[in-house]
């Protein structure tokens, strides 16, 4: 008792000590020299450059070249929601940066998925869904389960396996989900979303339920044969499903050349009889737009549409990938396109947001940010026999989960 | 009352629980317009529409996978698998997926889906047509197993299995389907417990313990020997995963002598599963080694003359048998 009491107020000191680290960070844009001493001078250089990009990633009003400025109009979208659009992308990538810094620090196990760089191509659809569509993530979908509304402090949670997260920690650490949102736990196994969420779709349709299914994928999934089995069926059944692919050039080290042959991915569609669309991912109108109409198209019962969003992913595949096969120019045009600066920009253009309104979202995010990495911090670790249920639903005579112990 | 086939009693089982719950449906190749390639299916799309009984294009990984979502949103899959050689396309989203989907969401979802896999040789179909690959999913938890022998199992393990909330294949075998009659009672709702084996025959020298096709020969080797004054008692095991290990404990601790009988080879097969769990639960109780008799260890061959030859048959099955009883 005495021991477990210890450790609680060790944590939450450290919780504190991390917050305040966290918030002179953001305030002054450097970072204070926080986890583990970096040994070689390799290491140095990669922990420097991973600061300085979440710096630059946090800095959502920075300038950009003219030729990423984006224009047009939002269709169908009041000036509230699109503060409430900048608010869960801000949110996204906030959480996703305190994220990669807890995880150098060691505050918790496995690995990190960061999606900084992608988050417009989650979220803005995410975010025009009734609570009851259906959503099937894969491993890099953060902003899927921030644009749907998933509080943060289940997603720390289920960042640092404790029993605050929605499957008690037993699962996979990243791997977002969340029942009453209606976000699929996703499978690490590659595109196994894709398909469960195409059969959502056809339950929707089935059971004369409304409701529409959303799946995400990334460029390298498209070469899975369940991407191809997923759509095709969709096409022949007109399933009220939108399917994404996050096309950020890797997957993993393999570039898009050797995952295909073409260019724009969105191509694929035409193998299954329904429209496929390439866009800039990292442009909000653009990516509003495109997702409403499929949205609409889905709804309306005009079936499926494959939409490509062209992407980068600015840090590795996880967070323990140097991610050293692809070339500093490449990683620095692809900051540069970033959606947030750029959707900020037009909004501060067209009289939707300005400076002081912005900063009090970044001052309120980051405090939920905080009160998510404390809750995550302060939830329990589960008990090591907790995983040991659930296997089944019914008792079987010759069941004995504990047999072989 | 005109006694139907085993075949008759999945048909039947299948229209009969179609009918009583409007959220499942049926998805598998050739299942709907064609009634399915064995006419398992026949009738269930005039029966029930297009909407609910689906033919899927050629893509078993989508037949497996697709359940998931569909369980999730409210609905009772019934997909089939044309043949069980063809379920290793669908491999990973059974044993990763379906099978965990539970245990990973910590209990939240159940995965009330039943996977119909026509099994088992002796039909001329050759490798692709003749396999019994059960135990490939032996190692996976939270999946089901059951393989009916008869035709009232036929009917009760798939009401079951279709009623039940965890994810079941269903074995069902293909040289039983017009090969063995019963009588069932048109409206009786027979169900058979999941997870028990049934005991077939009683005996005290020697358990044997089968499912499938192979119960049928295993009870004509123990009549043949019940005439030599060998009683043997046979476990139709019913239901592969979990195994009832109460029940086989209990024959073979009274037998003291235990072989195993399948048609899949003997490495890594449900044989080597069942003995292990013998020589754990009821050594001091063996008064013999256990003993195996399986399939080859190759692949299943085409030939009338090899597959005759490969198939385990009621003269090999009553010598095992002898051999171990009189250890
Ligand atoms: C079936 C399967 N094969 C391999 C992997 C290992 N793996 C995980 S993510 C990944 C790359 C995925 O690339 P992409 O689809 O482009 O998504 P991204 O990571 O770029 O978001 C690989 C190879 C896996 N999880 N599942
Ligand atoms: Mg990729």
């Known amino acids: 008792m005495a021991e477990k009491k210890t450790k609680g107020k060790k944590k939450t000191a450290t919780a504190e000590a991390v917050t305040e680290s966290a918030a002179e960070s953001q305030e002054t844009g450097r970072t204070t020299g926080e986890g583990a001493a970096p040994t070689g001078e390799a290491k140095e250089d990669f922990q420097a450059l991973q600061r300085r990009r979440e710096d630059l990633a946090l800095d959502v009003t920075r300038a950009f070249p003219d030729k990423y400025r984006i224009s047009g109009e939002m269709e169908g979208c009041s000036d509230a929601a699109k503060i409430d659009l900048l608010e869960r992308l801000v949110r996204t990538r906030t959480f996703d940066a305190r994220m990669r810094r807890l995880f ?56 640092y396996n404790r029993v605050d997260s929605p499957d008690g920690g037993r699962y996979t650490a990243c791997h977002y989900w969340h029942p ?157 396109r970033d959606p947030l600066p750029r959707y900020v920009a037009w909004l501060m253009e067209n009289e939707v947001l300005d400076e002081e309104r912005l900063e009090g979202i970044r001052q309120a995010i980051r405090q939920e940010v905080e009160q998510a990495v404390e809750f995550a911090e302060a939830s329990a670790r589960p008990e090591p026999e907790a995983f040991l249920s659930e296997v089944f639903v019914h008792e079987y005579p010759g069941f004995d989960v504990r047999a072989g112990r | ?62 037949i497996a996978g697709m359940t998931v979502g569909a369980a999730m949103v409210g609905c009772r899959p019934l997909p089939e698998i044309q043949f069980a050689d063809f379920i290793s396309p669908a491999f990973d989203q059974i044993v990763q997926q379906l099978a965990r989907y539970r245990w990973r969401t910590n209990g939240t979802y159940a995965m009330p889906v039943t996977i119909r896999c026509p099994w088992g040789g002796g039909v001329g179909g050759g490798v692709f047509h003749s396999q019994s690959n059960e135990a490939w999913f032996m190692n996976v938890p939270g999946l089901v197993m059951v393989a009916p022998s008869t035709v009232r199992d036929a009917a009760g393990l798939l009401r079951a299995a279709i009623r039940s909330d965890d994810p079941v294949l269903y074995w069902e075998h293909k040289k039983l389907y017009r090969s063995i009659k019963d009588d069932l009672p048109e409206g009786e709702e027979i169900v058979t ?18 499912f499938g096709y192979l119960l049928h020969e295993t009870l004509k080797a123990a009549e043949a020997l019940s005439g030599d004054g060998i009683e043997v008692e046979v476990i139709d095991l019913r239901t592969l995963l979990p195994l009832d290990t109460p029940t086989i404990l209990e024959s073979v601790s009274k037998t003291g002598k235990a072989v195993v009988i399948h048609e899949a080879p003997k490495v890594g097969g449900i044989g080597g599963e069942i003995a292990a769990i013998l ?45 171990t009883a009189e250890t």
């Open chain 1, 180 to 336: 009453e949102y209606w976000v699929m736990q996703p499978s690490t196994s590659i595109m196994m979303n894709w398909i469960a969420a195409t059969g959502a779709a056809f339950g929707f349709k089935m059971l004369k339920k409304k409701g529409v299914a959303v799946a995400f994928g990334g460029d390298g999934a498209t070469a899975h044969g369940d991407f191809h089995e997923g759509c095709n069926f969709a096409g022949v059944h007109r399933l009220p499903i939108v399917y994404i692919i996050q096309n950020n050039l890797w997957a993993e080290s393999l570039p898009l050349s050797l995952t295909t042959a073409l260019t724009d991915l969105a191509h694929r569609a035409d193998a299954y009889g329904f429209p496929g669309v390439t866009i800039d991912g990292n442009d909000v109108i653009s990516v509003w737009n495109t997702t409403r109409k499929a949205l609409q198209r889905a709804r309306g019962g005009d079936g499926p549409t494959l939409i490509e969003m062209k992407t980068y992913r600015w840090f590795g595949h996880s967070d323990i990938d140097p991610a050293d096969y692809r070339s500093e120019d490449e990683v620095e045009d692809w900051t540069e």
């Open chain 1, 104 to 159: 150098r620090q060691g505050r918790f196990e496995g690995t990190y998925y960061s999606q900084i760089g992608q988050e417009a191509c989650d979220v803005v659809i995410a975010a025009q869904l009734e609570k009851t569509d259906f959503v099937g993530p894969s491993h890099r979908d953060l902003g899927a389960s921030v644009g749907k509304g998933i509080p943060l402090t289940a997603l720390a949670a289920q960042v």
């Open chain 2, 279 to 323: 020589a754990e639960e009821c050594f001091w109780e063996l008064d013999a080694p256990v003993r195996r008799l399986t399939g080859f260890n190759t692949s299943f061959p085409a030939a009338k003359t090899m597959e005759d030859y490969y198939m385990p048959n009621a003269g090999e099955i009553a010598a095992a048998l002898r051999a």
């Open chain 2, 1 to 62: 009352m005109a006694a139907i086939t085993y075949i008759d009693a999945i048909n039947r089982t299948l229209h009969e629980e179609m009918r009583r719950d409007d959220t499942t449906f049926l998805i598998g190749e050739d299942t709907g317009i064609y009634g399915g390639v064995f006419k398992a299916t026949r009738g269930l799309l005039e029966a029930f529409g297009p909407e609910r009984v689906i033919d899927s294009p050629i893509s078993e990984s989508l």
């Open chain 2, 193 to 210: 417990e999941i997870g028990r084996a049934h005991v077939a025959r009683e005996g005290g020298d020697v358990t044997a313990i089968t």
